[in-house]
């Protein structure tokens, strides 16, 4: 039997992690230093601070970027 993962679906609404955010498991496909050097220039969506080391971003704001189709989504 063989177990392929695949990763789960990128959410409609909520907030989601860097992780769920970049490839392999999510639709954009740059590096970390690239989405923050994009984040700093403000060409990507600004994140929301939930406490001194958890960082999240809305999908709303994901999605958007997406289909102003800046990053291409697998």
Do not use: Y
């Amino acid at each position: 039997m063989q177990n392929t993962k695949h990763p789960p679906p990128f959410p409609e609404t909520g907030l989601v992690r860097l992780a769920a955010i970049l490839a392999p498991l999510g639709p954009v496909p740059v590096s970390r230093s690239t989405w923050w050097a994009k984040v700093a220039s403000g060409d990507f969506p600004q994140p929301i601070k939930l406490g001194p080391r958890i960082t999240c971003w809305r999908a709303e704001d994901i999605r958007e970027l997406i289909r102003r189709n800046e990053v291409v989504e697998r």
